[in-house]
C-alpha cells in the first residue's frame, strides 16, 4: 500500500499542515515546527493529549493511565501513539506555535 499525503487542521491556530498516511501524529507536528507538549514518547505519560475532531488515526498500545475511558469517550488521543490513517483535524490544549522560520 503506498503512503499517500494528508492534511492535518490545528483547529484552535487554524494551522494545516501536510503529513504522510501511517505517520506517527507527534512526530509529524514536531517535525513541521508545531510546537507540542511531550515527554515519554511511549504511551505513558499523557503528555501529548490532543482531541481528535475528525478523521482516523490508529491507536498504537499506550498505558491505561495515559488516557482515562472518559478522555476516550471525548475523543482525547495521545499524538505519540497516533498513526495517521486520513486527513484530521484537531484541537491541541494549547494553541500551536509554529518556529520562527
Request: charged fraction near 20%.
Amino acid at each position: 500500500m503506498i503512503a499517500m499525503p494528508c492534511t492535518v487542521l490545528i483547529e484552535n491556530s487554524n494551522r494545516r499542515i501536510t503529513v504522510e498516511q501511517n505517520e506517527i501524529l507527534l512526530t509529524a507536528l514536531l517535525s513541521r515546527g508545531v510546537r507540542f507538549a511531550y515527554s515519554c514518547q511511549s504511551g505513558n505519560c499523557g503528555a501529548c493529549k490532543c482531541q481528535l475532531v475528525a478523521g482516523q488515526v490508529e491507536a498504537l498500545p499506550f498505558s491505561d493511565g495515559a488516557l482515562s475511558p472518559v478522555e476516550r469517550e471525548r475523543g482525547i488521543i495521545l499524538a505519540c501513539r497516533s498513526l495517521v490513517r486520513s486527513d484530521l483535524t484537531i484541537h491541541l490544549s494549547t494553541p500551536a506555535e509554529t518556529d520562527a522560520a
